[in-house]
Nanobody, 124 residues
Framework: QVQLVESGGGSVQAGDSLTLSCLGS????????MGWFRQVPGKARSFVAT????????FYADSVRGRFLISRDNAKNTLGLYMADLKPEDTGVYYC?????????????????WGRGIQVTVSS
């Protein structure tokens, strides 16, 4: 299995940029497709972005496409999410997730391992 720890969250103003990181430990990080999800109180976790085990085929939610960039460095066991032109509706707890297959997925139920999450707050 793999353990995941997110970092880089915080409070920013609308229009600012922020980069999240996720550090994985345990089994070979490069075996897993990875994803970012976010959650606001009272709602289910929603898909943000996903990337295959070798860094190909990134895919984004419509709401973030063109503003967010998902990346990974398997040599460093890290997953990144660069977020530009942030909007108040991007506010939430962001989760890093891993699924035990190489291919991307957009549903939270497809993921086997989760980090504890990190807060991102965007003020208008």
């Amino acid at each position: 299995q793999v353990q995941l720890v997110e970092s880089g969250g915080g409070s920013v103003q609308a229009g600012d940029s922020l980069t999240l990181s996720c550090l994985g430990s345990g089994r070979a990080f490069g075996d897993y497709a990875m994803g970012w999800f976010r959650q606001v109180p009272g709602k289910a976790r929603s898909f943000v972005a996903t990337i295959s085990n070798l860094g190909a085929t990134p895919f984004y939610a419509d709401s973030v496409r063109g503003r967010f960039l998902i990346s990974r460095d398997n040599a460093k066991n890290t997953l990144g999410l660069y977020m530009a032109d942030l909007k108040p509706e991007d506010t939430g707890v962001y989760y890093c997730a891993a699924r035990s297959v190489p291919t991307i997925g957009v549903r939270a139920s497809l993921y086997d391992y989760w980090g504890r999450g990190i807060q991102v707050t965007v003020s208008s």
